[in-house]
């Protein structure tokens, strides 16, 4: 079957965590899902542009894997700057 990539765009502060320290993070999920998982470059960012695109290279099956464990991270970061906000802004 041919490989069809999967790309996904996040917002450039979210894309660290979902890397982790040394990579670790998307090692971890290329692994457990099989497939292999590229990041734009930094340099392609500009101020009208925050996002990163995420390309995900696999099955069908084992991309839409990959898709729910970075989706999880995201939805992660995104949750955590959330409560982060509300809990130094508390509302007068």
Do not use: W
Request: hydrophobic content about 35%; charged content about 30%; aromatic content about 4%.
């Amino acid at each position: 079957t041919e490989e069809i990539p999967l790309k996904i765009l996040a917002h450039n502060n979210f894309v660290g965590r979902l890397i982790g320290k040394e990579g670790r993070n998307l090692k971890k999920i290329e692994q457990d899902t099989d497939t292999k998982i590229t990041i734009s470059p930094l340099q392609d960012l500009t101020l009208y542009n925050p996002e990163r695109t995420i390309t995900v290279k696999g099955s069908i099956e084992t991309c839409a894997k990959a898709e729910e464990e970075i989706m999880k991270k995201i939805r992660e970061s995104y949750e955590n700057d959330i409560a982060a906000m509300n809990v130094s802004c508390p509302v007068a």
